[in-house]
């Protein structure tokens, strides 16, 4: 990862972390697939919701019989955490037009926030539009395109767990996590690793007391809570 802050550097950027979006996607295809739903839903669930968890979610509970609210209820709370998410992106992006904010905001997700957060530190903390667009419409569509393959295969891949499929979003975070530790100068690296930690322990504990669409957003916040709190006692 270099300074330029292009397209083209959007876009190489983010090609790295497309084995997450291509694995997750084609697993969602398949199993939305087995659950009744026809390649046309699939790929237009995947363009509108364009949230991999939301979109089990909605799998999971129509097949359970949920009621509307409750699906648009789950969904939101599940998705929440992009609020946080945009709000941190928001100032680097100040300088844009709202129309420009709406457009990143509308398509930033959890793998292109954390890659724009590790570009910072190659950038002297900017960021620019036509990178994290690029980045944003490169997974965008990488998603559509995989959970439609994914639909259009149906039952030829009965269990995609035993490709490992469903591990492919964890690996790609535990490689973002790294690259983050390694190229981030501007915190010491006790304290992130000490921050990692207690996010570890956060998600275990909370696991057995929070209900899972809102522990993501706890865990942030009290982590976030902890993290400046120590880093202004401590370091």
């Known amino acids: 990862m270099k300074n330029d802050l292009s397209a083209q550097a959007g876009f190489k950027d983010t090609i790295p972390t497309l084995s997450g979006y291509i694995g997750v996607g084609l697993a969602f295809g398949i199993v939305a697939k087995a659950a009744g739903l026809n390649v046309l839903m699939i790929t237009l669930m995947s363009a509108i919701t364009y949230s991999g968890a939301a979109q089990f979610v909605i799998v999971s509970m129509l097949l359970a019989g949920s009621s509307f609210s409750a699906i648009v209820l789950s969904v ?6 992009m609020l946080l998410m945009g709000m941190t992106v928001a100032p680097f992006m100040k ?10 905001g509308s398509l930033l997700t959890d793998e292109t926030f954390a890659l ?20 944003n419409l490169v997974a965008y569509l990488t998603w559509i395109i995989s959970s439609g393959i994914g639909g259009a ?11 490992g499929l ?29 921050m990692i930690l207690i996010t570890l322990v956060l998600v275990y504990v909370g696991m057995i007391f929070v209900p899972s669409n809102l522990l993501l957003i706890l865990v942030t916040l009290i982590g976030c809570g902890l993290g400046v709190l120590l880093k202004h006692a401590f370091f």
Not at 95 to 104: A, D, F, G, M
């Open 76 to 81: 939101f709370l599940l998705s929440a955490r």
């Open 153 to 163: 295969l149906g039952s030829l891949i009965p269990n995609p767990n035993q490709f």
């Open 95 to 104: 300088k844009e037009s709202l129309l420009r904010n709406v457009i990143i």
């Open 166 to 194: 469903d591990f492919a979003f964890i690996a790609m975070f535990i490689g973002l996590l790294y690259l983050q530790v390694a190229a981030d100068r501007t915190i010491d690296r006790r304290l992130q690793v000490i």
């Open 116 to 135: 724009s957060m590790n570009k910072l530190n190659y950038t002297n903390r900017q960021l620019s539009f036509d990178w994290l667009n690029t980045s």
